[in-house]
């Protein structure tokens, strides 16, 4: 696609950078977790799944019904997954404290094996130096590292997109069915942690067959496999009986939407956030909106619409531009701004002069990351537009900018937050480092340089 992987000149050296590389990213989470105290951990969202899982452990019901309530009432407002992990440590210790040691230790392990996982899958199309500076961005990039110590689930959610996208490029690789269908389960899990990927795995299916990619029994099976577990948590939520108001999955998508279309959202909660009521107005008309929406969604698609066509030119400016860039922005906005979700006593990044200093050198990135990767997505379009690869050795790379682009477009229509793009990060830096890449390869083909020869990637 954009560049030819080369191996290296000693086969130690790759498996050599991928140790070394997660060895620092874990001991970068391990030390984190183990130092930043996050103030009061368990409330909002957190709250949320800390409920769902303490009533799978001890109920056997995945409900947000309170501790204690006389009836536990089975419901779908949020997604099963990460719950299901909380509930798991919850069976295997019964102390909150030791419970929360456990799963902050997990999520370090995650989130640490998040790094070789998305650096085998850049190694598909990159050489072993870029996929390994790559890898390096991953390691230590504050927010990955930083959202390991909240009770959220985005680095449960990071780890499972990495896997199912590795596991997909190995099986078109091999025109494997069987991996085929393991990366589509793959998919499936990590739907079930987050629904917005639930529509992925199939339309990553339909993409390979329109671009030749994949054999046929390949995508079909990765499509079939990706729709099994969302599909089955589908059938469980039609036979729970009805549910309260605002309380089921479709409820959390038409709040995301309203909450979305609204571009005064994020500087209404930071006011709230401190204590001023002058944020307050905006989250009344928020709330009225969403609930007309939910009653008559035919009047509250014309009241959106009608508020939207008051000013056009904004709104265009606001789905096309503001939202997709605060996406992948710095500033966490629904939170404590900067990396962090909640507040944060004694975190490395405020103490310890490295880190603040690896932070600061990050966030200068940031901008520049962001334009590599929107060029790298641009490269990748147009020469998918003029080529057809039958080898299907373009599918890890075709796979990593349909993500990012439908990511990208879905959090635009939805609410965004650089928060959501944390679990995205590791695909991020692979496409930024494939411009980087192909900038490189210009420079020394214009220079005369010989450039690396192709090679068949491992």
Not at 363 to 380: E, H, Y
Not at 392 to 398: I, L, N
Not at 448 to 453: A, I, K, N, S, V
């Amino acid at each position: 696609m954009l560049t030819s992987p080369s191996a290296p000149q000693h086969r130690w050296t790759w498996p050599a950078a991928i140790a070394l590389i997660t060895l620092i990213a874990f001991a970068l989470r391990w030390y984190y977790v183990s130092t930043a105290m996050v103030i009061n951990p368990i409330r909002a969202d957190a709250a949320q799944y800390y409920t769902y899982a303490w009533n799978l452990a001890h109920h056997g019901i995945f409900s947000s019904s309170a501790q204690g309530a006389a009836v536990v009432t089975a419901d779908s407002y949020r997604d099963p997954g990460y719950p299901v992990l909380l509930a798991l440590w919850m069976k295997v210790f019964p102390s909150q404290g030791s419970w929360y040691a456990a799963v902050l230790m997990t999520q370090a392990l995650l989130g640490a094996l998040t790094v070789p996982l998305a650096m085998q899958l850049g190694r598909r199309w990159l050489s072993w130096r870029w996929a390994a500076a790559a890898g390096v961005l991953m390691a230590v990039w504050p927010h990955n590292i930083a959202i390991a110590s909240n009770l959220l689930s985005e680095t449960l959610f990071g780890f499972l997109c990495a896997m199912a996208m590795w596991l997909c490029a190995c099986a078109c690789g091999r025109r494997s069915i069987r991996g085929a269908i393991v990366a589509g389960i793959a998919f499936g899990a990590a739907a079930l942690t987050n629904a917005v990927l639930i529509p992925f795995g199939i339309l990553l299916g339909l993409f390979f067959a329109w671009r030749w990619l994949a054999p046929r029994r390949v995508w079909l099976a990765l499509c079939i496999a990706a729709a099994v577990l969302p599909a089955a948590w589908a059938i469980r939520n039609h036979y729970v009986p009805p549910q309260t108001a605002g309380q089921s999955s479709a409820d959390r998508a038409l709040q995301n939407l309203v909450q979305g279309s609204w571009p005064s959202y994020h500087a209404a909660y930071a006011l709230l956030a401190r204590g001023d009521q002058r944020g307050a107005p905006v989250f009344h008309a928020i709330d009225a909106e969403y609930q007309l929406l939910r009653t008559d969604p035919v009047a509250g698609t014309r009241a959106i619409l009608h508020r939207m066509g008051q000013h056009p030119w904004r709104f265009l400016a606001w789905y096309g531009i503001d939202k997709p860039y605060a996406l992948w922005d710095w500033n966490i906005r629904v939170g404590q701004n900067d990396i962090y979700v909640y507040a944060v006593k004694q975190s490395p990044f405020d103490t310890q002069p490295a880190m603040r200093a690896l932070e600061a050198v990050c966030q200068t990135l940031n901008p520049l990351l962001t334009l590599l990767t929107l060029v790298g997505v641009i490269i990748a379009l147009a020469r998918f537009h003029r080529e057809r690869d039958l080898t299907g050795s373009k599918a890890a790379p075709g796979a990593t900018v349909l993500l990012l682009v439908y990511i990208t477009v879905v959090y635009s229509i939805l609410q965004t937050d650089p928060r959501y793009s944390i679990a995205f990060r590791s695909f991020e830096m692979l496409l930024a480092m494939t411009t980087c890449s192909v900038l490189a390869g210009w420079i020394s083909k214009a220079h005369g340089r010989p450039t690396e020869p192709p090679s068949t990637a491992p």
